[in-house]
């Protein structure tokens, strides 16, 4: 797409962030960013289905780059270290040296209900993707879609403290940190019926 | 509300459900639903903000006896215990016994995307009841957030196997079979950095 309008896409998304800010998400229109961007509004549509696509574009770019890596895994890891290895290369290409743009990102999501809920259905799409490459893998198609949901919690929880940090902890440390957190929290299960249950 | 048209609400959830199954959801229409139940638009507004809402109306109500259910808990439960306290006094009040009702509301929600976001944005809510909860007994925000959300991620894998069983296997039970699995899956993560990040 880039022989259409070179550098459109980028200057698009730049241009949304800075409006969203000044003005905020709902108070600002697509003929708007699209005159910052110095295209027609016909561009903005061939690169964006809505004005609330742009802030999600990279995400489906970043999600083909995670399925990507998945497939690249090598054989006899486990399930939880076979995420960890897609969900690593994915933080290292999609995020890594873009921190200050993404605490303005998620401060604009937060903002905004419609917002979230695309974000939430972007999420899913990601525990899709992880999903059926456990699938794939051979597991039970309801354990990979909860050990997916855990993992992609788990990195939304480290990028959440990640854009919060100014030290040089990873992503991938602070997504380990959060998953071994929660398997010490599973830790009573066995015994986690509630008395209610056993009258 | 019951006092301006008795029984208006049920009725109301009743006939959506079946025009949504005869007709599909996209092509039923308030007035139709409202027709149906023998109610003016109006009516239906006032219990309902939109269509979609008609389909998870009594979730609403459903969120607020976890929420009670959860106030209710005995102390000195450990973490996991304690939302499973809930989510086991949740299943059998709001769930048990409606396992028909159920499995057409599943079929009906899966078959739209808008239905499926709402879907989405309603076990959002339920996520941050059970997080608000831990977090009132102490636990940190993030690591509260996690496990609320494999709670309900279990609570819901859960709910769509008990839909397609006949036997007598509780929610409960499939619940902390599919935490219990999470758990076994999550165990070899202290290893589980990717070698790419060794280099």
């Known amino acids: ?13 730049r241009s949304a962030l800075e409006l969203f800010q000044e003005r905020g998400f709902a108070e600002t229109t697509v003929p708007e960013i699209a005159a910052r961007a110095g295209v027609t509004n016909r ?5 964006f289905g809505d004005k609330r696509e742009v802030l999600f574009g990279n995400e489906d770019q970043a999600a083909a780059k995670l399925r990507a890596a998945l497939a690249k895994a090598p054989a006899g890891l486990g399930a939880a270290d076979f995420l960890l290895w897609g ?7 999609y995020l890594d040296g873009h921190r200050d743009e993404f605490r303005v990102l998620r401060r604009i999501v937060e903002s905004d209900q419609s917002l979230m809920e695309r974000s939430l259905s972007k999420r899913r799409a990601q525990c899709t993707i992880l999903g059926d490459a456990l699938r794939e893998r051979g597991m039970r198609p309801a354990r990979a879609q909860l050990l997916a949901e855990a993992a992609i919690g788990a990195l939304s929880i480290a990028i959440g403290d990640w854009v919060q940090r100014d030290d040089e902890t990873g992503i991938d440390t602070l997504t380990i940190e959060a998953l ?3 398997r010490a929290d599973l830790g ?6 509630s008395p209610a249950a056993r009258r």
Do not use: D
């Open 1 to 13: 797409m880039a022989r259409w309008e070179p550098g459109a896409r980028e200057r698009l998304i």
């Open 180 to 182: 071994t957190a929660l």
């Open 43 to 47: 561009t903005f549509f061939r690169y």
């Open 87 to 93: 969900l690593e290369l994915y933080a290292r290409e």
């Open 188 to 193: 009573g299960i066995a015994a986690a019926r």
